[in-house]
């Protein structure tokens, strides 16, 4: 059974850019879920996806996006960015159906830097 | 709405004895709750995972959690502290929805 895999491992962009970081679910799982986790303080949830709908949105704000393909990989877009928007995204699968508490299951993560 | 509040951001034992990490929940359902351990330059491995089964819920590599709903607490515990347990350790509610609330974090390390 292949984990949760993200990509890249690393990016190092300036302020303006926009980025585009990838995931790849847990075999089996539908559900994707984001989040963002600065330096030092503990995960922040961005959004989720259930079968390429957004099913939930955390307190970010419009520029960041996301998508969720047929085979329930993912993609989160941050357009715009700032130096505040330096962090490690994680992304994390679950196996459920939307609204059900599913243990999320985490990728090792995309480590952003904004110059 | 719902919270964790962790109440050590940091801990520091000796390899061999207990490790006692406090958290405290604040959430409007019947929560379900979530011990999570990161490495440094990991991701996130889930320990235990408690959903209104047994109070006392027991996860990988010896941790173990008790829930207390009078005290809203779920506080995680070892017995016998090794080196590879040193990391960061998160204390996760989410009440019957599909985002986890995390904790600041409490940083473990383990003196030899």
């Known amino acids: 059974e292949t984990g949760v895999t993200q990509s890249p491992t690393h990016l190092i962009k300036t302020r303006g850019q926009q980025v585009t970081l990838r995931c790849s679910s847990q075999s089996g799982h539908n559900t994707v879920s984001w989040y963002q986790q600065a330096l030092g303080q503990g995960p922040q949830f961005i959004f989720q996806?259930?079968?390429?709908?957004?099913?939930g949105r955390g307190n970010f704000p419009p520029r960041f996006s996301g998508l969720q393909f047929p085979n329930y990989s993912s993609e989160l877009n941050v357009n715009a960015l700032e130096l505040d928007d330096s962090a490690l995204y994680l992304c994390?699968?679950?196996?459920?159906?939307?609204?059900?508490?599913?243990?999320?299951?985490f990728g090792p993560g995309t480590r952003l830097t904004v110059l | 709405a719902q919270s964790v509040t962790q109440l050590d951001s940091h801990v520091s034992v000796s390899e061999g004895t207990p490790v006692l990490l406090r958290c405290n929940y604040s959430s409007s359902y019947s929560p379900s709750l979530f011990w999570y351990v990161q490495h440094p330059n990991k991701g996130l491995q889930l320990l235990l995972k408690?959903?209104?089964?047994?109070?006392l819920v027991k996860g990988i590599n010896g941790f173990e959690a008790e829930f207390k709903k009078s005290e809203t607490s779920f506080h995680l515990t070892k017995p016998s502290a090794h080196m590879s347990d040193a990391a960061e350790y998160f204390c996760?509610?989410?009440?019957?929805?599909?985002?986890?609330?995390f904790g600041a974090g409490t940083t473990v390390t383990v003196r030899a």
């Open positions: 994390a699968s679950s196996p459920g159906v939307a609204g059900r508490t599913d243990t999320q299951y």
């Open positions: 408690y959903t209104s089964a047994a109070t």
């Open positions: 996806y259930y079968r390429e709908e957004e099913n």
């Open positions: 996760v509610v989410s009440a019957n929805d599909y985002k986890l609330s």
